[in-house]
């Protein structure tokens, strides 16, 4: 069974972004996709710092893009959780 947290991955990694501890943020999404069955190598993880949107605690946050250096797409599920932001 997974750890149980409250907070998610994206809100996380804006949350790494601001502290400038970015460097750490692809080894989170690697650890995350493992605990999904998912082999990281076969990503590629790319970071896009955005605005946030008005009335937002934070004044950026980050969305996470997972390519598959496959070529192939990536599944839709997956891209949708990785970047759930509740």
Not at 13 to 30: A, D, N, W, Y
């Amino acid at each position: 069974m997974g750890r149980i947290n409250p907070y998610t991955l994206r809100m996380q990694i804006t949350r790494m972004f601001e502290q400038g501890q970015s460097m750490f943020c692809t080894l989170k999404v690697r650890d995350w996709l493992l605990e999904r069955n998912e082999d990281p190598d076969e990503y590629e993880i790319i970071f896009h710092q955005k605005p946030a949107p008005p009335r937002a605690v934070a004044a950026m946050v980050v969305e996470i893009e997972l390519k598959r250096k496959d070529g192939e797409p990536t599944d839709s599920w997956l891209a949708e959780q990785v970047n759930l932001f509740t």
